[in-house]
């Protein structure tokens, strides 16, 4: 069990520059979930997917935010046109998907945008 | 959404037991409750989850009342490494956290 690998671990840009995340899951994980958190609050549910499937995108912040898993193994998260707004932690997780299982969390992608 | 509804913060003093409340009155006969707890710089990690019954891991137990809308996360003996921002979450259709319990461990 390697864990939750999400990459880069910082990310500082422009407003109105595109980024992308990626996070690389445990590997025999199919669920795969994407939260973004600000200072001083738990973390909110984007989107998750199981396998290559996005089963809930409707949390998605706006537009400009998008996720893919294409082969059901790891996942990117983008963001289009970033606002000073987007500034968060950007958390990924996985689990099983049978029953309740415990979702494993990455240590996130800490996004600034100047 | 069901909602979870915790304190704040809580402080304890180490090597004493620690109770931490969480109340989620909307919750629904399918959600189950999880806890996880995260440190600064980290990302969440799990801690423990029921359905009715308690629950005992090595990290803690989960105590869930008989009518389902609350339960307590028990650490029986606080280190200073369990202070943490504690979250209590119903998994069911969404996942959704509130702000969690910022616990304080007192040497």
């Known amino acids: 069990d390697t864990g939750v690998s999400q990459d880069p671990r910082h990310k500082i840009t422009k407003r109105g520059q595109n980024v992308t995340f990626r996070c690389d899951p445990i590997s025999e994980h199919n669920r795969l979930y994407w939260y973004r958190q600000t200072l001083g609050q738990g973390p909110e549910f984007l989107t998750y997917f199981q396998n290559e499937a996005q089963l809930e995108k409707s949390r998605l912040l706006s537009d400009r935010f998008s996720a893919e898993r294409p082969k059901g193994s790891f996942s990117t998260l983008e963001i289009q046109r970033t606002e000073q707004g987007d500034s968060a932690m950007y958390l990924c997780a996985s689990s099983l998907s049978d029953g309740p299982q415990p979702q494993h969390f990455g240590d996130g992608t800490r996004l600034s945008i100047l | 959404d069901a909602k979870t509804t915790q304190p704040n913060s809580m402080e304890s003093n180490e090597e004493e037991p620690v109770h931490l409340p969480c109340n989620h009155s909307t919750i629904s006969g399918t959600d189950y409750i999880h806890w996880y707890r995260q440190l600064p710089s980290q990302g969440p990690e799990y801690v423990i989850h029921?359905?009715?019954s308690n629950v005992n891991n090595r990290m803690a137990s989960l105590a869930i009342a008989e009518d389902r809308k609350s339960s307590t996360l028990i650490l029986h003996r606080a280190t200073l490494r369990d202070a943490a921002v504690y979250y209590c979450?119903?998994?069911?259709?969404?996942?959704?956290f509130g702000p969690g319990t910022r616990l304080s461990v007192l040497p």
């Open positions: 979450i119903l998994i069911g259709q969404n996942f959704v």
């Open positions: 029921g359905l009715t």
